[in-house]
């Protein structure tokens, strides 16, 4: 039986070296895909992953709030701070549309919010009878002071709302700080008053399968090389047309060999080829990615469960390419119907465009494609680190489709035979 399913294997083996050519094309145009999607779509991925927006920052106050309000920027994480402008210059760069805002902290903003709260905390300290403090002077109240907020005219008002938002949440906060340090002053209270806010938002995410969002990098590696792996739906089921043209499935008939290592042979030949695409894309990923300021794909710790995945990922091509060759009876059938196939599995699968970035009817459609099934896996394995039992449900589910697709091209196949 060893014997006939390595004889099998040689022959699928011969059958491959008369159309080098093709072979190349199966794994050269992956290799150019992978390379210019990932470049194309890598800015998308870093907006999606928060990249920081570059501002001009200008402080004239160089003082308590103004400091307060830079360091808070800074902690947000979704601004780059561009200092050296003045307030023409940057209104310039941002009126032509060279960055989306800037924002110009006036002088003496800390003092005359500081003169402001005295002279207001003393009014009312006065209004209840209580004398203020004697020794200090009166401060004068000034006039409110502008914080200058430049927009790109093409900026929308969505992000202006949230900018002044934030800021003016920043300058109240001082404030109130500042008017519970002025009243403990003039009261001669040493007794540190609690002003923490008494109201507090906790973000509760639920866990769903897209808590974990991808770089373009963790993203397109797995994902073409799953468009690759399925790609040789169109070369398998092309040599099964060839074989039924040729004869050579009537050999094969007549011969004390099942038929079913017939189909094991081509099962393991492919096979190899599937692994040796998804080693090339992890090589893309690992070396050459980062000679091309993108992210390095990290495969540390991880690369034996990924061969599983390729491995259940290529079972179920290899099942899909020879249903579709037991089917068709020409290559003009084959051929563009395997290619288009493969593309709209791949559309609907999350390949070209992250399943979470499709409406929520399209999200419920590709979780029957089976490249979805091989693509969530990967995703477990990279970004969540799971194991072999955290993918169980996806292998299950790539397998079973490769014995389903095989058993009915076995039935098929009997059943035209019996004719």
Known sequence: MLYKLWRSFFKEILLLKRDIGGIVIIFLMPLLLIITITLIQDSTFKNLEGSKIPIIFIDNDHSEISKKIESEL??????????NYNENSAKEAVFSG???????????LTKDINSNIDSKVQTIVSSFGLEADSTATKPVASKAKDIHLYFDPATNA???????????KMVFEIENKKIYKAFQDQLGTTEDLDNKSLITFKEIV????????PNSVQHNVPAWALFAIFFIVVPLSINLVKEKSQGTSVRVRVSPTPYYIHILGKTFTYLIICVIQFLLMVAIGVWLFPYM??????????????????????????????LLGTVAD???????????????LAAIGGIWVPVFLMPEFMQSIAKFSPMNWGLNAYYDIILRN???????KELIFL?????????????YERKQNAV
């Not at 060279?98 to 003496?108: C, K, L, R, T």
């Not at 084959?334 to 196939?341: E, K, L, R, V």
């Not at 799971?386 to 169980?392: F, Y």
């Not at 397998?399 to 039935?411: P, Q, T």
């Open 399 to 411: 397998f079973l489709f490769y014995l389903a697709m095989v058993g009915i091209s076995l039935i």
């Open 98 to 108: 060279d960055y989306q805002m800037a924002i110009v902290i006036p002088q003496n």
């Open 74 to 83: 800074k902690a947000s994480k979704s601004f780059q701070l561009l200092p």
């Open 158 to 168: 969505g992000f202006k709302n949230s900018v002044m938002n934030a800021i003016n």
């Open 330 to 344: 020409t290559q003009e059938q084959s051929a563009p119907f395997g290619a288009t196939s493969v593309v709209v």
């Open 293 to 322: 300021d993108l992210p390095q794909f990290d495969v540390t710790g991880k690369m034996f469960n990924l061969l599983i995945v390729t491995l259940f990922a290529g079972l179920a091509a290899i099942g899909f390419g020879i």
């Open 206 to 213: 639920p866990k769903s399968a897209f808590e974990v969002k």
């Open 386 to 392: 799971s194991g072999i039992g955290g993918i169980a």
